[in-house]
């Protein structure tokens, strides 16, 4: 029973086990015969046969055809020809198109297909395993790296027929939507044609996709158009720009980037090229005789090793039955499937990386970015599918290596920003000072270039005219190089930012109003009346007349009111009221007046009139006396305007801004409905409120009757420089002051960099508070103002109340003698009634 069993057994397990000799087959164009591709491709199998860590019990056998390159019918002729030997796979080719023939029949017949070339098709295709990564992950990686490094003109220089179809995604969506791309087919023959034309256009970025054969030809003819220097920058498709002899452009700043599948600073690859360097004699033939492998003989490597373990775990779990297999009868191989999958999950790490599979496409693996820095290539990053580039080294893309390099910066006189200095005698960069001058004293060291500054010939920021279609200023001098760089307090905007590119902003800012500081209330005899308006001393004087005659009508009305006159005599008829029309009105203006009036209600109908009275005058007097307090000893100011609504609800007052600037265009192009109202009364206004610098919009405004909208730094300096000008309300709109250059230009992103530092160290508040504050011509306000909140009251404000004592005295003595008058005429006339009504005796 026992030896059954182990009869069985062993039956089971020869029955589980591979093959002892396993045949695989290899197609190669003819211009690879004895290729690194091919001699890799032997060598791997010579490796995994002497090892025997895989496969144990087996010996993989290759078997090797040539075809020619374009010649499809006779590449699927060899294949079929491996096929009917019982090849269990077939490698290669590397061409794209006899490639996509090899995979169809394979496809029929259930082989696995192994392949380390660039495929255009991103669908799935059965029993391919594809090494190369994909194109649409290539194209993600080229898109990702253009983003980082702002990329905005492109040109795309391509060799073969089909690297059209490659970078196709990269054209058809671009990075950005304002991205420009430039295509143009070249080859050996070609170049220098192609590169003159990108010179002429001044497209300073390209991406080289080129035959690696034919790379120091059009390395040649960068050197001979003198394309070799810092404002160009080469992004190579291939992966085997460490092969290439860089010695030329190792000293003259040019940049060169390019990814790379095989990272030879990880000890594992290095000790792998290392014994395949000593192999004898084709190892060296391998690796070029430089010690660094390229990309396709290292893909053809790996998959060799990834076919290796895709036996050695179908070796755990089923058998493998080899089979002569016929393309014209197209019988699929019964274990093909199989064998297919346990490839394609397949996971180890290779001379190209991690690797790992989804439906047979390469996934989860790593491209290292690779710069040319200073001296010589190195690894400033990385990019994976998932996270996308990671610059770990982001002063590679950012060097100060060419410091005798002058650019020609262009500016507008504008102070505090920049301010020619009155010393004739001097010259160049030294005639001009300001806080941009200073601002570019430190880029410079910072970046590390020379300057010579110029100043616009129109005085103009720049502003695109429709008519014309045009822009001016300093934008058409960028446009037309002319200049490299513009430094002066220009905004940054759409407009201006779809032709030229700014750099981070240095300061930021809005749209705020000038205005001249309304003038003093004059000083009036009457002002302690001031507190109250008009109609409120009419509507007091209306209660006034209204209480007292209510009061004397109730008082008349209520029998309480009436009292006998003679208390002693109780039983007279006679009574009286003490509330006359004259007493009413004497009760009323003591209490008003918060005086006695020797007058007191006894009736409740009375009583409840004086109560309502006495507390409409406590709050009336209450209120007169703190408002008192304010208007005599706080100045006041006659502002006409409070904000841009009320400047755009009135005509008397004029306004306007710079012409041509970033805040015409704020105007002109906005659609909030009251800037589009204040740009149909500035355009319309005659004569023009529009003035061609800022002192001039400060003069009118100085002359009054004028505001100026203008930008809030600007107005900042003026305000405390003349103590007679004002802002009034907030900002209109917010926005920042940056750095233009060029569309393209390689100096954007280092000066961008050397503006956050100076930010984060403080040297541009330090700038600001030195041209702002700390000048000499600085207006101080704020002991005018405490000198207004505290002045003595004098007769010009309150004289008025000795006025109205003088006049209430002498009309009490005019009203005195008329009584006199009065009441003598009356005993007069009293007395000669008397004679006349005398008997004679």
Known sequence: MALLFAIIVVLVTTAMSLPPVIRIGAIFTEDQKDSPSELAFKYAIYKINKDKTLLANTTLVYDIQY????????????????????????FGPSDPLLGAHIQSICEALDVPHLEARVDFEPTFKEFSINLYPSQDHLNKAFKDLMSFLNWTRVAIIYEEDYGLFKLQDLVKSPPSTRTEMYIRQAGPGSYRQVLRE?????????????????????FRAILQLQMNDYRYHYMFTTFDIETFDLEDFKYNSVNMTAFRLVDLEEPKVAEVLRQMERFQPIGPAILNKTGVIQAEPALVYDSVQVFAHGLAELDRSHDLRPANLSCEKEEPWDDGLSLYNYINAAGLHGLTGHIEFNEGKRNNFKLDLLKLKKEE?????????????????????????????TLVVMTREEKPYVMVKE?????????????????????????????????????????????TKEWNGIVRELMEKRADLAVAS???????????????????????????VPSSQPTRLFSFMNPLAVEIWLYVLAAYMLVSFTLFVMARFSPYEWNNPHPCLAESDVVENQFSVSNSFWFITGTFLRQGSGLNPKATSTRIVGGIWWFFTLIIISSYTANLAAFLTVERMITPIENAAD??????????????????????????????????????????????????????????DYAFLMESTMLDYAVQRDCN?????????????????????????????????????GVIQILYDKWWKNTGDVCNRDEKSKESKANALGVENIGGVFVVLLCGLALAILVAILEFCWNSKKNVQSERVSERSTPER
Not at 377 to 401: H, I, M, Q, R, S
């Open 725 to 761: 000008l004002t802002q009034i309300g907030g900002l209109l709109d917010s926005k920042g002051y940056g750095i233009a250059t060029p569309k393209g230009s390689p100096w954007r992103d280092k000066i961008s960099l050397a503006i956050l530092e100076l930010q984060e160290k």
């Open 198 to 218: 990108v010179r002429h256009k001044e497209i300073y970025k390209l991406i080289v996709d080129t035959d690696p054969a034919h790379m120091q030809q059009f």
């Open 423 to 467: 010393d004739k005698n001097l010259t160049g960069n030294a005639r001009f000072e300001g806080f941009c001058i200073d601002l570019l004293k430190w880029i410079a060291g910072q970046v590390g270039f020379q300057y010579a500054i110029r100043l616009v010939p129109d005085h103009m920021y720049g502003v695109y005219d429709p008519e």
């Open 67 to 90: 075809v020619p390159k374009d010649d499809s019918f006779r590449t699927s002729k060899k294949a079929c020809k491996q096929l009917s030997r019982s090849v269990q796979g077939i």
């Open 490 to 516: 220009m905004t940054i905007n759409y407009a201006r930012e779809s032709v030229i590119d700014f750099t981070k902003p240095f300061m930021n800012l809005g749209i705020g109003i000038l205005f001249k």
């Open 377 to 405: 290539l190195v690894k400033v990053g990385e990019w994976k599918p998932g996270t996308g580039v990671n610059v770990t080294d982001v002063g590679a893309f950012y060097e100060t290596t060419a410091t005798n390099i």
């Open 647 to 704: 400047l755009a609800e009135q005509t008397e007052i004029s306004y306007g801004t710079l012409e041509g600037g970033s805040t015409m265009t704020f105007f002109r192009d906005s659609k909030i409905g009251i800037y589009q109202k204040m740009w149909r009364f500035m355009e319309s206004k005659s004569p023009s409120v529009f003035v061609k610098s800022y002192e001039d919009g400060v003069k009118r405004v100085l002359e009054g």
